[in-house]
């Protein structure tokens, strides 16, 4: 069974950091795409960071700069350091995977991330 467990959410104050972690079993993660993900309440979740099986990423507009995707394939797990927060960024982030037979993406249970002085 593929799981995809996020950690490393908390509270941080305006202009530090945060790194959360996506813990990937049933799957080897480095053969895929991967992402991270954000939703803020009332608002679309959205697409905040990419990283393809070849290691090229791609950033939401207003996280680049400040935002590194990586991921470390001896442990199958998945970051994303976060520098300069702002309170805009406060939101439950979840790690995304690769779709199912079904056609169903994997996601995991979302972590909170606050930002907030």
């Known amino acids: 069974q593929v799981q995809l467990v996020e950690s490393g959410g908390g509270l941080v104050q305006p202009g530090g950091s945060l790194t959360l972690s996506c813990a990937v079993s049933?799957?080897?993660?480095?053969?895929?795409?991967m992402a991270w993900w954000r939703q803020a309440p009332g608002k679309q979740r959205e697409k905040v960071a990419v990283?393809?099986?070849?290691?090229?990423?791609d950033y939401e507009e207003s996280v680049k700069g400040r935002f590194t995707i990586s991921r470390d394939n001896a442990k199958n797990t998945l970051y994303l350091q976060m520098n300069n927060m702002k309170p805009e960024d406060t939101a439950v982030y979840y790690c995304?995977?690769?779709?199912?037979?079904?056609?169903?993406?994997?996601w995991g249970q979302g972590t909170q991330v606050t930002v907030s002085a």
């Open positions: 049933g799957i080897n993660s480095s053969l895929y795409t």
């Open positions: 995304k995977g690769p779709s199912s037979g079904s056609g169903v993406p994997y």
């Open positions: 990283l393809t099986n070849t290691d090229t990423t």
